[in-house]
Each structure stands twice: as structure tokens, then as C-alpha cells.
């Protein structure tokens, strides 16, 4: 498993999106790659996964694809697959291109449970390993003091000597929740300084759940049916 890239950027910072719950990463990164002049500059393969790929609107997207924007210099992680049992080897290959490509900082996407009523706006949190980080963001927005993180920003939390944040949102339930990735979003807009119209935001957050949701089940249903194929020819 290792990083193919086509080019190689210095000194960005990289944003991380992967689904896991409420698929908030999945839909934030989405609504970056649409809303930014990002290339395809690179890819993850994942050994010890089902090989799945999604093809959409005619064009391939890959289960962990790496997208640069040379404006912000920022690099952002887009993945369809939450990479489950190969979350410590992510983490690795992530430390090992931030040493490669002198990557300032990791920023994580992360849905947590809530059980605060559904009208209610979601909360957001932030967790760094970076005073400075931490100095400037606390004026601004809560930190998480108490809480399980899971996946892959966890190991990269335990992994990297690069400086981690990781955004936190309130998710209702496991399904995709676009209200979520959309506070994300915001806050993502003040802490880099992107610039992105948030007018729309809702709106075009609740079109790429639609969207991520039929990737994610065409996804699974072509790994069910990889499994009840092998599961035939042993029996």
C-alpha cells in the first residue's frame, strides 16, 4: 500500500475526509472538491480491501483519491471506503507523505453521535495536538474535552509528529447527515480563510448526500455480491 502521485506540492496543509459516521467527512470533502479548483493528483490503493470503484457521471472515482488546490495550497483526502482493518496502515502512509511533501498540518472530518432533538443546529467541537492551533481555535469554538475517536483519524492522532485537528460535528443518527457536514464546512471557511459561498451550502450538502448515498450502496452491494459468489463456489 503506498501513495501513487502524479505531482508532488510542498508544504500544504491536508484535509481528510473519510465516511464514517453520518458520512459528514465524505460530504464536507465532496462539497470542497466542487466548490474549489482542485486536481486529481494521486491515489491510495488498499491491499487487503475488496478492489471496488465507483464510476460517476462517466468518470472513475477512486476509493481514497488525493486532490490538490494550488490557490490555498491545500491538499484534501476524498474516500468512498471508510478503509476498516487497514486504519493504522492509512495512518502510516498519511505520516509518511506529510514527511515526504512537508504537509504543515492534518485536518480531520469527524461525525459524533448527539442525542440533542433533530431542530436543534448540530454542535461543533474541535480537538488539536498543536497549541498554537489550539490557541486560536478555542476563541472561536469548544473543545472537545471528553470523547472516543475512532478510524483513522485516531491512529493518525497516534501515529504523526505533524500537527493534527480534528473538527467534530453532532450527527443524528447514522445515516448521512448534511446539517452536519455543512457547520463543517463553515468552520473549515474561517480556519483556512477559503472563502467558500456557504448561501447555498445546505442546499448542495443535502444533493451530495443523495449522491454519496447511492455511491455507498452500489459500493456495498458489489462487495456482497463478490462475497456470495465466493461463498458459492466453496460450497
Known sequence: MAFELTKKPKGAKLIEGFPGFGLVGSIASEYLLSHLDCEFIGKLHLEKLQPTVVIHEGKLV??????????????I?????????????????????????????????????????????????????????????????????????MGVTAALLTKTTIPVTAFFADTKSNLPDSKAAAKVIEILDKHLGLKIDTKPLLETAEKFEEKLKGMMQQTETAQQEVKDKSMSYVG
Do not use: C
Not at 131 to 143: D, F, G, H, R, V
Open 62 to 75: 477512486h476509493p481514497i483519491g488525493l486532490y490538490y488546490n494550488k490557490k490555498y495550497n491545500l491538499l
Open 77 to 149: 483526502l476524498h474516500a468512498i471506503t471508510a478503509g476498516m482493518g487497514v486504519e493504522w496502515k492509512i495512518a502510516e502512509e498519511l505520516n509518511t507523505l506529510g514527511k515526504e511533501l512537508d504537509i504543515k498540518e492534518f485536518i480531520s472530518i469527524e461525525g459524533v453521535g448527539s442525542n440533542s432533538p433533530e431542530e436543534e443546529e448540530p454542535r461543533t467541537f474541535f480537538y488539536t495536538n498543536n497549541e498554537k492551533n489550539k490557541k486560536t481555535l478555542e476563541q472561536s469554538l469548544p473543545e472537545l474535552k471528553e470523547g472516543i475517536v
